[in-house]
């Protein structure tokens, strides 16, 4: 729920230092606080002005802030008590009962023509037509600002980024802390040479981080970029952005990843929307489909799908093989930790979906994808 977990890091951190002023903290608590704000205004991003000088001209730019094809509310009308009581009370909801098994990954020498490795929430190495995308990388042990505020890993990172493969492109939904993470970026940017292909506006983030400006292709929806034999397009979601109290000021995306032959379709973070029948009527049928399943819950319903939705969203766009994201690694809502994938992959034997459920850390070729369930052990 990022309305709570993204503005919550920092409401904390503003009310912690501002406790600290009026009560007279200790010198153990002033540096605890100074390490919570370290980086802080750094990782918040670039100004509203530096993203405006892309924003404007753009079909989804009104008015200072970018807006979805449909009317999408963040939150539905409800009693703000209602959703403090269910974060006071939700107890252990939403984390595993044990350890998360993890794998490590093995890489060929030379990228595969369809293979998937899922290192956790919505980061994923994709292998097609011989080159590699990597798409919302996400490598810190919490999803802030603030390297002590916010919320944690519910597993370990699978493998370090050292243990990465050279990538040919690094693809980004939107820029919640949970998909675009200061420090992985600039541990990409020392690895290699890969563009940082993004949404509107999430680039002069990027260009504040130190992000070399040849490097960064930013795209409306519709628009397009080749990076070497990939067709990289940017599409429609239904979502929202923000890294800080003020929302809306650069584009959230899905993305189509079209190689010569094989096509795959990243929702990124998205709620339902009528578009994806359109995505795939325009780009599919796709081989793969990479789409979020957690973090729902029907105050937000506009902004999340639940799993039932990314089964008939899988539909909408042609989809061979489904690989449910955006669950397992931060507990981000209210519901249990493995409610999503159970409920896809009972959603999924009614429509005749095929699914593949990595443990996160596991790389599998799309031919020959994981059928066991090792989730049911900690549910």
Same mark, same amino acid.
């Given at each position: 729920?990022?309305?709570?977990?993204?503005?919550?890091?920092?409401?904390?951190?503003?009310?912690?230092?501002?406790?600290?002023?009026?009560?007279?903290?200790?010198? @153990? $608590?002033?540096?605890?606080?100074?390490?919570?704000?370290?980086?802080?205004?750094?990782?918040?991003?670039?100004?509203?002005?530096?993203?405006?000088?892309?924003?404007?001209?753009?079909?989804?730019?009104?008015?200072?802030?970018? *807006?979805?094809?449909?009317?999408?509310?963040?939150?539905?009308?409800?009693?703000?008590?209602?959703?403090?009581?269910?974060?006071?009370?939700?107890?252990?909801?939403?984390?595993?009962? $044990?350890?998360?098994?993890?794998?490590?990954?093995?890489?060929?020498?030379?990228?595969?023509?369809?293979?998937?490795?899922?290192?956790?929430?919505?980061?994923?190495l994709?292998?097609?037509?011989?080159?590699?995308?990597?798409?919302?990388?996400?490598?810190?042990?919490?999803?802030?600002?603030?390297?002590?505020?916010?919320?944690?890993?519910?597993?370990?990172?699978?493998?370090?980024?050292?243990?990465?493969?050279?990538?040919?492109?690094?693809l980004?939904s939107?820029?919640?802390?949970?998909?675009?993470?200061?420090?992985?970026?600039?541990?990409?940017?020392?690895?290699?040479?890969?563009?940082?292909?993004?949404?509107?506006?999430?680039?002069?983030?990027?260009?504040?981080?130190?992000?070399?400006?040849?490097?960064?292709?930013?795209?409306?929806?519709?628009?397009? @970029?080749?990076?070497?034999?990939?067709?990289?397009?940017?599409?429609?979601?239904?979502?929202?952005?923000?890294?800080?109290?003020?929302r809306?000021?650069?584009?959230?995306?899905?993305?189509?990843?079209?190689?010569?032959?094989?096509?795959?379709? +990243?929702?990124?973070?998205?709620?339902?929307?009528?578009? +994806?029948?359109?995505?795939?009527?325009?780009f599919?049928?796709?081989?793969?489909t990479?789409?979020?399943?957690?973090?729902?819950?029907?105050?937000?319903?506009?902004?999340?799908?639940?799993?039932?939705?990314?089964?008939?969203?899988?539909?909408?766009?042609?989809?061979?093989?489904?690989?449910?994201?955006h669950?397992?690694?931060?507990?981000? @809502?209210? *519901?249990?930790?493995?409610?999503?994938? *159970?409920?896809?992959?009972?959603?999924?034997?009614?429509?005749?979906?095929?699914?593949?459920?990595?443990?996160p $850390?596991?790389?599998?070729?799309?031919?020959?994808?994981?059928?066991?369930?090792?989730?049911?052990?900690?549910?």
């Open positions: 729920m990022f309305l709570v977990h993204q503005a919550r890091a920092v409401r904390s951190l503003t009310a912690s230092v501002l406790r600290a002023t009026l009560v007279g903290a200790t010198t @153990a $608590g002033m540096g605890l606080l100074a390490r919570a704000a370290w980086g802080l205004p750094t990782a918040l991003g670039a100004s509203r002005e530096d993203i405006e000088q892309v924003a404007d001209g753009s079909p989804q730019f009104a008015e200072g802030t970018f *807006h979805n094809a449909q009317p999408s509310a963040l939150l539905r009308p409800a009693n703000p008590a209602t959703i403090v009581a269910a974060m006071l009370t939700r107890g252990s909801a939403g984390t595993p009962s $044990g350890p998360v098994p993890l794998a490590v990954p093995e890489f060929p020498t030379v990228a595969d023509q369809l293979a998937v490795t899922w290192y956790g929430h919505s980061s994923v994709i292998e097609i037509d011989g080159r590699r995308v990597l798409v919302d990388p996400v490598w810190s042990e919490r999803v802030s600002p603030s390297p002590l505020i916010g919320p944690k890993r519910l597993h370990p990172v699978p493998a370090g980024l050292d243990t990465l493969p050279p990538v040919d492109a690094v980004i939107h820029d919640h802390y949970d998909h675009l993470d200061l420090p992985t970026v600039r541990a990409l940017v020392a690895r290699g040479p890969a563009p940082f292909v993004v949404p509107l506006g999430v680039g002069a983030h990027l260009r504040s981080w130190g992000v070399p400006a040849e490097r960064v292709i930013e795209l409306d929806w519709g628009g397009q @970029a080749r990076v070497r034999e990939l067709t990289l397009t940017c599409t429609e979601a239904r979502h929202f952005s923000g890294r800080a109290l003020t809306n000021t650069t584009l959230w995306s899905s993305w189509v990843i079209a190689g010569p032959q094989h096509g795959v379709f +990243f929702g990124g973070d998205t709620g339902y929307t009528p578009s +994806f029948a359109e995505i795939g009527a325009r599919g049928p796709f081989n793969l990479l789409l979020p399943i957690g973090a729902y819950n029907d105050q937000w319903p506009d902004m999340h799908m639940t799993p039932e939705e990314a089964v008939r969203a899988h539909g909408d766009l042609g989809g061979g093989l489904l690989v449910p994201v669950w397992a690694t931060f507990n981000l @809502a209210f *519901h249990e930790w493995s409610e999503p994938v *159970h409920r896809l992959i009972t959603e999924a034997r009614r429509a005749d979906v095929r699914v593949a459920v990595p443990m $850390g596991e790389r599998f070729v799309v031919s020959t994808p994981p059928e066991r369930d090792w989730w049911t052990a900690i549910s």
